[in-house]
């Protein structure tokens, strides 16, 4: 009964992450949590411009482990010190149940299968030009991207993503009447471009 309590906790608490949990990160909600994840995030980018990947990662479990068999040697010092018998420091974590079950492997299979799939007909309908204008427009994205890769790596652009992604959804909070009011001048006038393209150019417009 209990170990029944203690996975139903567990998917309770995975839900909320996967969830709310991660919108209040990104909107700085708790400005300590919101703080930590981000500057570990960004310490561990920063660590992958330095080092290579497995350094990082035996970095990172021996600081773990340090910590880990640390706080174990201090607990059994002071239980014995002390003669308590508190048993082990982290029983409560190991007796959670952390497992997926087949039917979460299953969902989490099937959406992937989804997504590949739903990518798979965009590219094909991208390069072989079924709509003209949605392929000109992929045409300048990848343009663009040879400029952008040419002055960043991989690892400068996914700093720069995660930094985005802890400042702007704050910006817009903030600013979201103005943003909004610009964005939508932008679409407009982009729709129009587009629409003048299509009526212009040769087999660009869109079948009925």
Request: charged content about 20%; glycine content about 6%.
């Amino acid at each position: 009964m209990e170990k029944g309590k203690k996975e139903c906790n567990w998917s309770s608490w995975r839900g909320q992450v996967m969830g709310g949990s991660v919108v209040d990160l990104l909107h700085w909600r708790d400005l300590k949590q919101s703080g930590l994840v981000f500057g570990s995030v960004l310490l561990l980018l920063f660590s992958l411009t330095q080092f290579s990947v497995v350094s990082v990662i035996a970095y990172l479990a021996l600081a773990v482990l340090s910590a880990t068999i640390s706080f174990r040697v201090y607990k059994s010092v002071l239980q014995a010190v002390q003669k308590t018998d508190e048993g082990h420091p982290f029983k409560a974590y190991l007796e959670v149940e952390i497992a997926l079950s087949a039917d979460q492997i299953i969902k989490y299979v099937d959406k992937t299968q989804l997504y590949i799939n739903s990518t798979m007909k965009e590219l094909r309908r991208l390069f072989l030009v079924q709509d003209m204008v949605d392929s000109i427009k992929f045409a300048v994205l990848m343009w663009l991207l040879t400029y952008v890769g040419a002055l960043f790596n991989g690892l400068t652009l996914l700093i720069l993503v995660v930094v985005s992604m802890f400042s702007v959804p704050v910006v817009y909070e903030k600013y979201q009447t103005q943003i909004d009011q610009y964005l939508g001048l932008v679409r407009t006038q982009f729709n129009s471009i587009m629409g003048k393209i299509r009526e212009k150019v040769p087999g660009a417009k869109k079948k009925e």
